[in-house]
């Protein structure tokens, strides 16, 4: 595909050091280290304090700066490369303790792109979030000056945002938090879609893992209402929903909402290299001091330049327009389907290509939503189940109108076709599949 083509073909001009990444400033060869370390000073957070050097290129244990001045690394990145340079990839040695010539550009380029005055670099999805909660707290204890170890984040019930300890102190999802307690303290819950019970937010713009769902309509208008009202930060998870997934850059412009806070992920490394990110503006950023949050890998060279990449094949071959015409499409066939087969499907649900179908588990019992998985994939069709009755739609924003098709056929093949044979072939008395436990936070049942 075009998007992967363009990446791979980023990524072995990086290896050559290639620094023509098309962004709105370059930086070339004749960039000089105090320009480079400038633009990473405007535009990235400063949790580093890096010794002035940037790193250009690297063979074995020596590196050289933009002015070809030499050096011998007696660091290697705190121990993250081990190896020969040269036997990896040249110049794409992390340098946490000094600066890198590709950094800045995704810095400038991410920022303008999105209209915030600063990025953290993180990885992983789960990191954008940790960092997020981080950036949120800190601000809390210096802005608004809530008293030690009081601050408080509010989020929704259903949202899942990560595994790691601190991210599922906030879930609702039993599979993610039983065995793992105690969790850590400071976190509320509210129901999803109730403005009114919203006075600090946390939360997805819209619920991926929970099934596809959708806020009422002015919902997050609402919420940044709240937020600015009462002095607290909004923060939107965009790590699934952004990016063009739902039809818009971000699910949040659907209803013109700018959040403090924007956390991006999973695409902006376009399924090469992890990569994810946490915008904020500088009132906020700068609550983060050198030393206080950071990550061996953020913002590395190489991750850099895929994610510049990533971001403009959305841009060039407008992805988002794409979602959107292609979402409504797919939208439609399904409505199709559940017009023909109204005892299976429940509901349809979704804004561009982020699509969930959500089944009546009474009447697919004894089946299960990850049988009727494994028969879409024996027809060709790879989506998998959410909480057993939801089925996720989330096809590459490059799909096209006969894939959509196909795609469409297959669902309703295995609900006409393979279900009714599936339950002949279950026992008269099967156990039919679980339901849906209670939330072990809020006494409820959340998903189902």
Avoid at 112 to 118: A, I, S
Avoid at 227 to 244: H, P, R
Avoid at 373 to 395: C, M, Q, Y
Wanted: one cysteine or more; proline letters at 5%.
């Amino acid at each position: 595909m075009a998007t992967m083509r363009q990446v791979q073909c980023l990524m072995r001009r990086v290896c050559r050091g290639s620094r023509n990444y098309g962004v709105a400033t370059q930086l070339n060869a004749s960039s000089s280290s105090q320009t480079i370390i400038d633009k990473e000073y405007q535009h990235s957070a400063h949790n580093y304090h890096p010794i002035p050097i940037v790193f250009a290129q690297a063979k074995g244990s020596a590196v050289w700066d933009p002015e070809g001045n030499k050096y011998i690394d007696f660091l290697s990145g705190y121990s993250a490369v081990n190896q020969n340079d040269a036997q990896m990839i040249d110049g794409g040695r992390k340098a946490i303790a000094f600066y890198n010539d590709r950094f800045p550009l995704f810095a400038e380029y991410v920022t303008t792109m999105f209209g915030y005055d600063m990025v953290l670099p993180m990885n992983t999805g789960a990191e954008g979030v940790e960092t997020a909660m981080k950036l949120a707290r800190k601000w809390g204890y210096e802005k608004k000056r809530i008293p030690n170890n009081e601050a408080l984040i509010v989020s929704c019930c259903g949202c899942f945002n990560g595994r790691t300890l601190g991210v599922i102190s906030m879930s609702c999802d039993n599979e993610a938090t039983r065995g793992f307690g105690p969790l850590m303290p400071g976190h509320l819950k509210v129901d999803f879609g109730d403005a009114e019970a919203l006075e600090r937010i946390f939360k997805e713009p819209i619920q991926g893992e929970a099934g596809v769902k959708i806020p009422p309509d002015g919902y997050l208008k609402a919420v940044r209402d709240l937020c600015s009202k009462y002095n607290v930060l909004m923060i939107a998870d965009e790590i699934q929903t952004g990016l063009a997934r739902t039809g818009k850059m971000l699910a949040c412009e659907w209803e013109d909402v700018r959040p403090d806070v924007v956390i991006l992920g999973k695409a902006l490394g376009g399924g090469i290299i992890p990569v994810s990110a946490v915008l904020a503006d500088k009132d906020v950023m700068l609550c983060i001091k050198p030393g206080q949050h950071g990550s061996t890998f953020g913002g590395n060279p190489l991750a850099s330049a895929v994610a510049i990449a990533s971001l403009q094949v959305i841009k060039d071959e407008r992805l988002a327009e794409r979602s959107a015409q292609m979402g409504e499409e797919l939208l439609q066939q399904l409505h199709k389907i559940q017009q023909k087969h109204p005892n299976h499907v429940k509901e349809v649900r979704g804004r561009g290509l982020f699509v969930g179908v959500e089944l009546n588990s009474e009447s697919l019992s004894p089946v299960s939503g990850f049988e009727l998985s494994e028969k879409l994939k024996e027809r060709g069709v790879l989506a998998k189940s959410t909480h057993d009755t939801i089925i996720r739609f989330t096809p590459p924003l490059c799909i096209s109108h006969d894939e959509i098709q196909e795609g469409s056929k297959a669902l309703a093949d295995v609900l006409e076709i393979d279900l009714p044979k599936l339950k002949k072939m279950k026992p008269k008395d099967a156990t039919p599949p679980a339901a849906p436990s209670a939330c072990d936070r809020c006494g409820r049942v959340v998903y189902g």
